[in-house]
């Protein structure tokens, strides 16, 4: 007791015994705490080792460490129970304590945090190389499908006449029920009248034979019933269709032999008609019989349309000529001819581009580029075929009229017969016009555009629907 008083008095502080020794003891208590405390922090390795980049993430906050030697200067006992030279001595550790005493509350709880997450990580990097089996999966699939149906689904369809005629059945339904029952009903009552006779007009140029070809028709079938066959709609029909089949017989025409070698096809049409596909159908039917077939790129102005001519003429086996984007057609058609005679090509189909007939511009190309051929190859072009869409009615007949005027025109290639309710159409060009209609398309596949007959196509467009089950 003397020593402490002793202690204290030379430190020239004024403090009682009664205060000093419990002071003394606390102080005591503090130190021996804070020493077990660091060695418990210290014991972890692996908590020390992961967080040094806590430490060198707070660099500047190193320096408080002025506040330790704060209360060992106040206590005068601290010395026997925790000699403070082993305490301050370690300064470089105490730097290290510092930082993980301030956090002590948070670090516990959010380094673990980190701990538990590396290694989640690996799994994480494990799981990856799972998702390109899912990208493989899709790219197995798409490969060996496509190709595959297109053949299959194409070769099916040219098969047997008897084939043919239930998909011309099939596709001019529409306009046979619209002929037939729009009949059927106008007669029903079994009165014959000018009324009547007007609707009979009516009901056939809703089916576009047009207007004067069903005036024509309605003067024949008229003056052919008698006063009591009004109720007889059996008779009817089978007037009509008889006048129908006389119509379309006049324009029935098998295209020319291949006697010339090469024989040149020469196709022309509006945008959007089916041109491209029925050079290609038309080659398809050359290339099965065994003839060596050439298509010419001559639409030289539409790169798309010349990629899909080289589809076709790729599919059905046939050589494929093609000229410069931008070149002219007409020289495009020069060395067609030119390479037809030099490979011993049975047959030439020249598609030119597609032209609205009312462009006399467009329309005096195609006479240039026809010129041409007919001075390389005597007799060429041996048949000049116009394409129209059956769905435009109407104004098929006006394509055929000014093509006809301007390049000769020797034959129809009718196309999209199936679905139509204007299959009447065909019936307009052969009366008004007398072209010769050389193939009828009624679908997408090889098969469907075959050589017309005037026969064939007035059944399938009377027959009824059983019937054309069967």
């Known amino acids: 007791m003397k020593e402490a008083t002793e202690l204290l008095s030379g430190l020239g502080t004024h403090i009682d015994l009664e205060i000093a020794i419990p002071v003394a003891i606390a102080v005591a208590v503090l130190a021996a705490v804070y020493f077990l405390f660091r060695k418990k922090e210290v014991a972890p390795e692996t908590v020390a080792q992961q967080q040094p980049e806590a430490v060198s993430a707070e660099p500047e ?10 209360p060992e200067a106040a206590p005068g006992q601290v010395v026997e129970t925790a000699p403070e030279p082993q305490f301050t001595a370690p300064e470089p550790v105490a730097v290290e304590e510092y930082i993980v005493t301030p956090p002590a509350d ?25 998702e390109p089996k899912a990208e493989e999966e899709p790219e197995e699939t798409k490969v060996p499908e496509e190709p595959e149906e297109e053949v299959v689904a194409e070769e099916k369809e040219d098969d047997t006449e008897g084939d043919f005629f239930s998909r011309l059945s099939f596709g001019l339904s529409k306009t046979r029920r619209g002929i037939l029952q729009n009949l059927e009903h106008v ?10 006779w007007d609707e009979f007009e009516e009901v056939l140029i809703m089916s576009d034979m047009g207007v004067a070809t069903t005036a024509k028709l309605r003067e024949k079938v008229s003056s052919a019933v008698g006063v009591g066959d009004g109720g007889d709609m059996e008779k009817i ?17 098998p295209v020319v032999e291949l006697s010339a070698k090469p024989t040149v096809f020469m196709v022309a049409g509006v945008n959007g008609v089916g041109k491209t596909t029925s050079i290609g159908k038309i080659a398809n039917r050359f290339t099965r019989e065994e003839k060596k077939v050439m298509v010419a790129a001559a639409d030289t102005f539409r790169a798309a349309a010349v990629e899909q001519l080289g589809v076709w003429a790729e599919r059905v086996g046939s050589d494929f000529l093609r000229g410069q984007t931008g070149a002219d057609p007409s020289a495009v058609a020069y060395d067609a001819v030119k390479a037809s ?14 032209r609205v007939h009312t462009k006399t511009g467009l329309m005096d190309e195609l ?13 060429a072009p041996h048949e000049t075929l116009l394409v129209v869409d059956a769905t435009t009615g109407q104004n098929a007949v006006e394509q055929a009229r000014v093509f006809g005027e301007a390049i000769g025109v020797t034959g129809i290639v009718l196309t999209k017969l ?21 193939y009828i398309g009624v679908g997408e596949g090889l098969g469907d555009l075959r050589e017309f007959d005037a026969e064939q196509f007035t059944r399938a467009l009377f027959t009824s629907d059983k019937e054309a089950l069967h």
């Open 237 to 253: 029909k089978s007037l009509l269709e008889k006048e129908i089949l006389d119509i379309l017989r006049g324009v029935e025409s």
């Open 341 to 354: 005679v030099s490979r011993g090509i049975d047959l030439l189909i020249i598609d030119t581009a597609g």
């Open 367 to 379: 006479k240039k580029l026809r010129r041409v051929v007919a001075r390389e190859l005597e007799g």
């Open 106 to 130: 948070s670090v516990p709880v959010a380094e673990p945090i980190e701990v538990s997450e590396e290694p989640i990580s690996p799994e994480e990097t494990e799981a990856e190389p799972e």
């Open 61 to 70: 906050e190193v320096e408080p460490p002025p506040e330790p030697p704060a």
């Open 187 to 196: 007669f029903s009552s079994g009165k014959i009248d000018d009324a009547a």
């Open 418 to 438: 199936d679905g139509t309710a204007k299959g009447g159409i065909i019936v307009a060009i052969a009366e008004q016009l007398g072209l010769p209609v050389k």
